[in-house]
C-alpha cells in the first residue's frame, strides 16, 4: 500500500476535501480571509459535535515577563466578552448540556465544546466570541490570579504532577520547553492585566486561529457560521495567508545534559522519572517510537510493568512516555514506589531500555506493540472530541493530513530493527533523573 498524506498549504488554494475516510466520513479543508483556516470531519451516524478554536500560541512564546500568560488568558476567556458575561457563558452551555473546556499546551492553545448538532450554531457563536473579543478586565483578573494560584498549589501537593515539571525542567534545560505551562506562583503574582491584554492582542490574531469540528458537521454550513461570527466580532482580517506554522528555535548549551533534580517531600512514596531527550513531532521515527514506547512501558504485558511491577511487587504504577514539540522532545520512564526501592527501581527501569538497545525486541512483542497503537488510534476515534483534536493537529504541527488508514499502515510497516534504533539513540544520550520524595537534596541515584 503506498503512504501519502495530503499537504495543507498556507498560501494558494482556498478550499479542498482532504479524504473521505472510511465509514462515508468526509474531511474537509477551507482557509477563510484574514487566514483562518477551517476543517471538519462530518461523521454519519452521529448526533453530536465537537468544535474547537485552536491558537497557535503556547507557554514557549512567552517572554520574560509573561510567564504564565498563556495559562492565564485560558481562564481569562471564560471571564466574559463585550457580549457575555461569564455567567452567561456558562449558562449557554448549561442550557443545551454541552461541555465547554480549554487547554493550554507548550505550543498551542484550544478551547472547545461538545454539543448536540442542533446546538452546533450555539457553539460556534459563543466559542467564537470568546476567541476575539475577551473584555480581559482588571477586577477579572486579579480575580482568576488567585484561582491559578489554587490551581498550582494544588498541581505541586501532588508529587507525580511535581515530578512531571521537573523532568521537563531537567532535561531541556533553559530552553522555553522546559518552563511550566500554567507560571509559578511568582509569575503569575507580578503579571498584570496590561501584559495579559497585550500577550493577547499579539497573539490572537486571525491569521493563528484555527477552527475544527467533527461529528455531525457540514461544512459549508460550518465555514459560514464562522464567517458570520467573526464579522460580528470585529476581529481585523487584514492578513493575507495563515501565519507560518512553528519551526522551533536554537536550543540552549544545556538542553539534553543529563542531571538529576531531588525535590525533598515528606510523601510515603517515591516518585520517580528517568528520562533522556527525544524527537520532534514530526521526524518520521515517531511511529518506531511509539511501538517502543508501547513495548516498554505502554500496557500491563509492557517490559517495565513485568519487570517491575508483576515480578518484583516494586510499584503499582509504571509506565513509558513520550512529548514531542517543533524542535524538541523528551522520553521518560516513571514510577512510584516505597522510597527504600526507589535506587533499585531506577536501575531496572534503565537496563529495560538498555536491554531494548542492545538485543532488539521479539517478534510478538513487536506485534503486540503495533497492535496496541492500532487499537488505541481507532478506538480513540469513536470520540468526536479525538478527532477534533487530530485535524488540529494536521493542522499546526503536521502541515499535512493523514488519513487513518495511512496512519495504520506507517505503524504496521514499523520493523523490529527500527524499534532498535530509536531504543539505542535514547539509550545512548545523557539521562536526567527527577524524583520527589524524602531524600537529601544531595542523595545520589544510578543513570
Known amino acids: 500500500m503506498a503512504l501519502h498524506a495530503v499537504p495543507l498549504p498556507l498560501s494558494g488554494e482556498t478550499s479542498s476535501t482532504l479524504s473521505g475516510e472510511a465509514g462515508g466520513a468526509l474531511v474537509r479543508r477551507t482557509v477563510l480571509p484574514g487566514g483562518v483556516r477551517v476543517l471538519s470531519e462530518h461523521v454519519p451516524g452521529v448526533r453530536s459535535a465537537t468544535l474547537g478554536c485552536w491558537v497557535g500560541v503556547g507557554s514557549r512564546d ?50 472547545y465544546a461538545r454539543v448536540l448538532d442542533d446546538d452546533l450554531v450555539l457553539a460556534g457563536d459563543v466559542i467564537t466570541d470568546m476567541v476575539t473579543s475577551a473584555t480581559l478586565l482588571p477586577e477579572d483578573v486579579d480575580a482568576e490570579r488567585g484561582v491559578i494560584l489554587e490551581e498550582l498549589a494544588m498541581n505541586d501537593d501532588d508529587p507525580a504532577d511535581v515530578v512531571h515539571e521537573r523532568i521537563a525542567e531537567a532535561v531541556l534545560g533553559d530552553h522555553p520547553l522546559g518552563r511550566p505551562i ?12 496590561g501584559r495579559i491584554d497585550e500577550h493577547y492582542r499579539q497573539h490572537y490574531t486571525s491569521d493563528t486561529l484555527v477552527f475544527t469540528a467533527a461529528g ?46 531531588v525535590v525533598r517531600r515528606p510523601t510515603e512514596q517515591a516518585n520517580v522519572i528517568l528520562a533522556t531527550t527525544g524527537i520532534t513531532a514530526t521526524d518520521d521515527r515517531r511511529y518506531a517510537l511509539s511501538v517502543l514506547n508501547a513495548i516498554l512501558g505502554g500496557g500491563m504485558s509492557s517490559r517495565l510493568f513485568q519487570q517491575i511491577r508483576e515480578q518484583r ?17 523528551y522520553f521518560g520512564l516513571y514510577a512510584g514506589c516505597t522510597p527504600s526501592k526507589a535506587h533499585q527501581v531506577v536501575s531496572l527501569m534503565s537496563a529495560e531500555l538498555e536491554r531494548i538497545a542492545e538485543q532488539g525486541v521479539e517478534g510478538d512483542e513487536l506485534a503486540r506493540g503495533i497492535g496496541q497503537m492500532r487499537g488505541g488510534l481507532v478506538l480513540g476515534l469513536e470520540d468526536t ?41 535514547l539509550a545512548g544520550r545523557p539521562r536526567s533523573l527527577a524524583v520527589v520524595g524524602p531524600f537529601d537534596e544531595d542523595t545520589a541515584f544510578p543513570l
Open 216 to 261: 455531525s458537521v457540514d461544512h459549508d454550513a460550518l465555514c459560514a457560521l464562522i464567517e458570520r461570527e467573526l464579522d460580528r466580532s470585529g476581529i481585523t482580517r487584514t492578513a493575507a495567508v495563515p501565519g507560518p506554522r512553528r519551526v522551533g528555535t536554537k536550543v540552549t548549551a544545556g538542553h539534553g545534559a543529563g542531571r538529576t533534580v
Open 313 to 329: 511487587g516494586l510499584a503499582y504504577s509504571v509506565y513509558s512516555f513520550a512529548a514531542s514539540y517543533a524542535d524538541s522532545g
Open 62 to 111: 512567552e517572554a520574560p515577563g509573561y510567564h504564565g500568560a498563556t495559562h492565564f488568558l485560558e481562564h481569562l476567556l471564560f471571564k466574559g466578552t463585550t457580549r457575555r458575561s461569564a455567567l452567561d457563558i456558562a449558562v449557554a452551555f448549561d442550557a443545551v448540556g454541552g461541555e465547554a473546556n480549554a487547554v493550554t499546551g507548550k505550543e498551542h492553545t484550544c478551547y
Open 385 to 425: 472530541g479525538s478527532r477534533m483534536t487530530r485535524l488540529g493537529k494536521a493542522e499546526l504541527v503536521y502541515g499535512e493530513y493523514q488519513t487513518i488508514d495511512d496512519v495504520l499502515a506507517r505503524m504496521d510497516a514499523v520493523t523490529a530493527e527500527q524499534v532498535r534504533d530509536i531504543a539505542a539513540e
Open 182 to 193: 500554567g507560571g509559578t506562583p511568582q509569575t503569575i503574582a507580578s503579571i498584570d492585566a
